[in-house]
């Protein structure tokens, strides 16, 4: 028994000398890096270049801005002077822009690309002619006060509850905001900027007409647009043309007669919209004969032997514009 005992004693006294031994070296050996400035140099030489490689590619980005701009200003000008004018020679752009007349004509045929302006030999336009439909922005600023009252007759031609189709004219865009409040309705629309009138309006429902994106009109054409209207039966379709005589509609572009012979097909009823300065006219592409319309919405400013011959074949509204 003391045998055992005996060193079963000094196994217990050898080990209490031990554990302090150990645990101050490490305890002071820990502390040490912890404190020492070792961090101070890291996070020091962390934030240097960090801030300093960050801010290079902002200064960089924010020099390369400015190199597209002066060519999108410069078109903007020329656009806004030509809409206002109505045509422009190339000398009187470049005179205007303050650049050679090399590079006034390479703004003009991409403005032209995009159906913004018509170039002609030594200058451009933004009138239409009977093969060019002038862009939608030109047509925003002409008759405005005629598109307006054609809209207001127009509306009175809509009920609640209807299902209608607006085409991409600017008139059929006058109406839009009209026909906010004669909700509810159900909205078939090819052009994005009326669709952008009833898009959220309560009691709306709104149906968008895809296909091929045009600049000009702002809207969507194309065969796939009209296999899309080709699904639909509406109440009531209202669209406009560019150009009209006694006996038939008319437009310059392939694209939009398609189109618009669709819709005039979806519809139970159908309605013309002209301001006066369409009438009398002709285009390159006959859309329908007059008479294949229920009514005729057009403004006092038509001639009285045309409204004598329409008022023959078709049922016709006369609006008077607001002073």
Do not use: W
């Not at 045929?109 to 030594?122: H, M, Q, S």
């Not at 007409?209 to 209202?238: K, N, Q, R, W």
């Not at 392939?254 to 979806?266: E, G, I, P, T």
């Amino acid at each position: 028994m003391t045998a055992p005992g005996a060193p079963g004693g000094r196994a217990r006294s050898q080990p209490r000398p031990q554990p302090p031994s150990r645990a101050r070296p490490q305890a002071h050996a820990e502390p040490r890096p912890q404190v020492s400035p070792e961090p101070r140099g890291q996070a020091h030489s962390e934030t240097r270049p960090q801030a300093h490689s960050e801010s290079r590619p902002q200064v960089h980005r924010q020099g390369q801005q400015p190199q597209t701009r002066p060519q999108d200003a410069r078109r903007q000008t020329i656009t806004e002077y030509v809409l206002e004018h109505s045509t422009a020679t190339a000398a009187e752009l470049a005179g205007l822009t303050g650049v050679s007349l090399m590079t006034v004509h390479r703004d003009l045929d991409e403005l032209a690309r995009l159906g913004v302006l018509r170039k002609f030999r030594g200058g451009v336009s933004a009138l239409p002619s009977s093969v060019f439909e002038s862009s939608l922005e030109y047509r925003l600023g002409v008759n405005r006060a005629e598109k307006e009252a054609v809209a207001a007759v127009a509306a009175e031609l809509v009920e609640p509850g209807m299902s209608v189709m607006l085409d991409d004219s600017t008139t059929a865009l006058a109406l839009a905001r009209l026909l906010v409040e004669a909700a509810p309705l159900t909205v078939v629309t090819n052009a994005r900027r009326v669709a952008e009138v009833f898009a959220g309006v309560p009691h709306i429902r709104l149906i968008g007409l895809g296909g091929e994106y045009s600049h000009t009109h702002d809207s969507f054409l194309g065969v796939p647009c009209a296999e899309a209207i080709g699904a639909l039966s509406v109440d009531m379709v209202l669209v406009s043309t560019s150009a009209m005589d006694a006996c038939t509609t008319y437009h310059q572009e392939q694209d939009v007669v398609l189109v618009k012979r669709a819709m005039l097909a979806a519809g139970t009823r159908k309605v013309l919209l002209m301001d006066a300065s369409k009438t009398r006219r002709t285009a390159l592409h006959r859309l329908c004969p007059v008479d294949d319309f229920d009514q005729v919405v057009v403004d006092d400013g038509i001639e009285a032997g045309l409204l004598e011959e329409l008022r023959e074949s078709v049922d016709v509204r006369v609006a008077k514009p607001v002073p």
